[in-house]
């Protein structure tokens, strides 16, 4: 029986010292070290001009090591009087802990140097603390890049579980919104990972652990093809008080240059986790400063739409651009038993098509779209894209709609719940389409230079220069020329619609739009092109109840200012008469 209890514990012995070394060995190793993840360094953002849209700038991040619940509560409540911690904030952070036990819990990502001195002075009460100096991002444009940047934060649970994110761990630093986001597997860049060795505790005894360290890899700088000037520029002339977006890019490679929504916010406020009260403000702010209305808002595009109907009629062969049509307007179209109003009360008499474009005529277009008809409206506009994403690079990008074809109306309303009148709506761009400020300028940009127009991006890149629609204009030259001059009159010719406020020295061409707003005021649009002769820009802008009876049109001083800001900027030389700048009378409009 002894020997048979020796050779048992012999045996017990082999196993552990020998068959079971490795693997105990492992097992002790992990008690005794903490694995702390060491953030990247993201990859610098730049605009078209190499100054910086998104930087890093040191910081230090406070996180405490897993441990039994109660201990890591009692951590944070010493902590909190000397990191600004509420009881509510403790509460919050145990609970994350409790869903992930084995990592360790963030405290605060922004620690402010007299913070970082306090808790290293009392180490000895901290031991399970962790102060790591990192890199932390910082926009420098602050307020006028909110919504095409984004800003980075910390990634939720919902995201861990997206593909785009395997292998990401709790607790790491994302894109959140913009271009932070679409090209986070870019200018992430990769976590390293430090050990440092604790004690039965979990106390750190020593940050110098026998792991070597493994560092972590920076991300890529990302250049853009924005332009920060045009940027600022339109924050700065937006009315305060009004809602909207104007984007612009060039129409011979797609590279956007604007991309701006109004009202907007400071990006910087969400580096290190926002406050409560902060996010309550831009959370439950009536204007929605969080929405990004240049590429997740649609609208009634209005007289903008013009262009669409007449080019597909000029295709179609149904009218040239000396047509005029059987009724001239008095001031509204008799369809039926309805009476369709013209935006000029007292009428525009006999035009033709230039002339209708040019003075914006309702009722010209009323008859346009019944000689078009319903059915050859609703294919061409869906051929021509209406009802797809323009494919720009940025995440949030929402498709236009229009009905693809008449059934579409019988299951909305019912065979017998709609007539044909819906087309006298659709063809001045008000009933049944809404669409996006980046596909009417998409749009424009096949008017400006024929066949299908270039992706709009913002990354600079032979590859994305070279995208183009999958549609085509498929317009004569002939027709697709005297379109671009009746546009070109709206702005440069007396009794043109944007003729007030047309560029000084530049000649552009463009439309300008009024949509019907069932909420208050009309929104006044405003998309274009210029110079006429070499494009260089299209621009697309709105402002929401920007256009009330008899007042300016507001889109159309804005978009013609950034246009011309944009083309003396880049050196064009001007070759149009130099004309007085008007005023805008209109508060929080700078001049």
């Given at each position: 029986?002894?020997?048979?209890?020796?050779?048992?514990?012999?045996?017990?012995?082999?196993?552990?010292?020998?068959?079971?070394?490795?693997?105990?060995?492992?097992?002790?190793?992990?008690?005794?070290?903490?694995?702390?993840?060491?953030?990247?360094?993201?990859?610098?953002?730049?605009?078209?001009?190499?100054?910086?849209?998104?930087?890093?700038?040191?910081?230090?991040?406070?996180?405490?090591?897993?441990?039994?619940?109660?201990?890591?509560?009692?951590?944070?409540?010493?902590?909190?009087?000397?990191?600004?911690?509420?009881?509510?904030?403790?509460?919050?952070?145990?609970?994350?802990?409790?869903?992930?036990?084995?990592?360790?819990?963030?405290?605060?990502?922004?620690?402010?140097?007299?913070?970082?001195?306090?808790?290293?002075?009392?180490?000895?009460?901290?031991?399970?603390?962790?102060?790591?100096?990192?890199?932390?991002?910082?926009?420098?444009?602050?307020?006028?890049?909110?919504?095409?940047?984004?800003?980075?934060?910390?990634?939720?649970?919902?995201?861990?579980?997206?593909?785009?994110?395997?292998?990401?761990?709790?607790?790491?630093?994302?894109?959140?919104?913009?271009?932070?986001?679409?090209?986070?597997?870019?200018?992430?860049?990769?976590?390293?990972?430090?050990?440092?060795?604790?004690?039965?505790?979990?106390?750190?005894?020593?940050?110098?652990?026998?792991?070597?360290?493994?560092?972590?890899?920076?991300?890529?700088?990302?250049?853009?093809?924005?332009?920060?000037?045009?940027?600022?520029?339109?924050?700065?002339?937006?009315?305060?008080?009004?809602?909207?977006?104007?984007?612009?890019?060039?129409?011979?490679?797609?590279?956007?240059?604007?991309?701006?929504?109004?009202?907007?916010?400071?990006?910087?406020?969400?580096?290190?986790?926002?406050?409560?009260?902060?996010?309550?403000?831009?959370?439950?702010?009536?204007?929605?400063?969080?929405?990004?209305?240049?590429?997740?808002?649609?609208?009634?595009?209005?007289?903008?739409?013009?262009?669409?109907?007449?080019?597909?009629?000029?295709?179609?062969?149904?009218?040239?651009?000396?047509?005029?049509?059987?009724?001239?307007?008095?001031?509204s179209f008799q369809y039926g038993t309805r009476a369709f109003r013209c935006w000029k009360h007292v009428g525009h008499g006999n035009l033709d098509l230039a002339e209708a474009i040019?003075?914006?005529?309702?009722?010209?277009?009323?008859?346009?779209?019944?000689?078009?008809?319903?059915?050859?409206?609703?294919?061409?506009?869906?051929?021509?894209?209406?009802?797809?994403?323009?494919?720009?690079?940025?995440?949030?990008?929402?498709?236009?709609?229009?009905?693809?074809?008449?059934?579409?109306?019988?299951?909305?309303?019912?065979?017998?719940?709609?007539?044909?009148?819906?087309?006298?709506?659709?063809?001045?761009?008000?009933?049944?389409?809404?669409?996006?400020?980046?596909?009417?300028?998409?749009?424009?940009?096949?008017?400006?230079?024929?066949?299908?127009?270039?992706?709009?991006?913002?990354?600079?890149?032979?590859?994305?220069?070279?995208?183009?629609?999958?549609?085509?204009?498929?317009?004569?030259?002939?027709?697709?020329?005297?379109?671009?001059?009746?546009?070109?009159?709206?702005?440069?010719?007396?009794?043109?619609?944007?003729?007030?406020?047309?560029?000084?020295?530049?000649?552009?061409?463009?439309?300008?739009?009024?949509?019907?707003?069932?909420?208050?005021?009309?929104?006044?649009?405003?998309?274009?092109?210029?110079?006429?002769?070499?494009?260089?820009?299209?621009?697309?802008?709105?402002?929401?109840?920007?256009?009330?009876?008899?007042?300016?049109?507001?889109?159309?001083?804005?978009?013609?200012?950034?246009?011309?800001?944009?083309?003396?900027?880049?050196?064009?030389?001007?070759?149009?008469?130099?004309?007085?700048?008007?005023?805008?009378?209109?508060?929080?409009?700078?001049?």
């Open positions: 029986m002894l020997w048979l209890a020796l050779g048992i514990l012999l045996i017990s012995f082999f196993r552990l010292q020998v068959i079971g070394r490795t693997e105990y060995r492992l097992r002790s190793e992990e008690n005794r070290l903490r694995a702390l993840t060491i953030p990247p360094a993201r990859g610098s953002i730049v605009d078209r001009r190499g100054r910086l849209v998104a930087e890093n700038v040191p910081g230090f991040s406070l996180s405490v090591l897993p441990g039994p619940v109660d201990t890591v509560r009692a951590t944070l409540e010493r902590l909190a009087p000397h990191v600004g911690l509420t009881s509510k904030q403790i509460d919050e952070l145990v609970e994350q802990f409790r869903q992930r036990p084995t990592s360790s819990v963030i405290v605060r990502d922004d620690l402010k140097p007299e913070q970082v001195a306090a808790i290293e002075q009392r180490r000895p009460e901290f031991r399970t603390a962790v102060i790591e100096m990192h890199p932390r991002r910082r926009y420098p444009p602050g307020r006028s890049v909110a919504h095409v940047i984004g800003y980075v934060g910390e990634i939720s649970e919902a995201e861990l579980t997206l593909p785009e994110y395997e292998g990401y761990e709790p607790g790491r630093s994302v894109g959140k919104g913009g271009l932070e986001r679409q090209y986070e597997a870019d200018v992430g860049g990769t976590p390293g990972v430090h050990f440092v060795e604790v004690n039965a505790r979990g106390s750190i005894v020593s940050e110098f652990g026998p792991r070597p360290s493994i560092p972590s890899v920076p991300g890529e700088d990302l250049e853009l093809s924005l332009d920060l000037d045009l940027q600022t520029l339109a924050d700065s002339l937006f009315p305060d008080t009004l809602k909207g977006a104007v984007v612009a890019f060039d129409p011979r490679n797609g590279e956007v240059l604007l991309v701006y929504s109004h009202p907007t916010y400071d990006p910087n406020k969400f580096i290190g986790g926002i406050s409560t009260e902060d996010w309550a403000l831009l959370r439950d702010d009536p204007n929605q400063p969080l929405l990004n209305r240049a590429t997740g808002a649609l609208y009634p595009p209005g007289s903008t739409w013009k262009l669409v109907v007449a080019a597909l009629a000029m295709r179609q062969g149904l009218v040239t651009i000396d047509t005029h049509m059987p009724s001239s307007c008095g001031g040019k003075e914006s005529c309702n009722v010209f277009f009323y008859q346009l779209g019944l000689r078009l008809g319903l059915d050859r409206l609703l294919a061409g506009a869906d051929a021509l894209g209406f009802n797809t994403r323009t494919g720009l690079d940025l995440p949030s990008e929402v498709r236009g709609q229009v009905p693809p074809r008449r059934e579409w109306y019988d299951d909305r309303f019912g065979p017998r719940g709609w007539t044909e009148s819906v087309t006298l709506n659709l063809a001045i761009g008000q009933g049944e389409t809404t669409q996006s400020l980046f596909g009417m300028a998409q749009f424009y940009a096949a008017l400006a230079l024929g066949g299908a127009p270039a992706v709009p991006h913002l990354r600079r890149s032979e590859v994305l220069d070279a995208r183009r629609a999958t549609w085509s204009l498929d317009l004569s030259e002939t027709h697709r020329g005297q379109l671009i001059e009746a546009m070109t009159r709206v702005v440069n010719e007396p009794g043109g619609t944007a003729f007030p406020y047309r560029p000084d020295g530049y000649v552009i061409a463009g439309k300008t739009g009024t949509a019907q707003n069932p909420h208050g005021e009309p929104h006044s649009l405003f998309v274009g092109f210029g110079p006429v002769d070499d494009p260089r820009i299209v621009i697309a802008a709105i402002v929401e109840n920007g256009h009330p009876d008899n007042t300016t049109s507001l889109a159309v001083p804005l978009a013609t200012r950034l246009v011309e800001e944009y083309l003396r900027a880049e050196g064009v030389v001007p070759t149009g008469i130099p004309v007085p700048r008007q005023s805008i009378l209109v508060p929080g409009v700078a001049e």
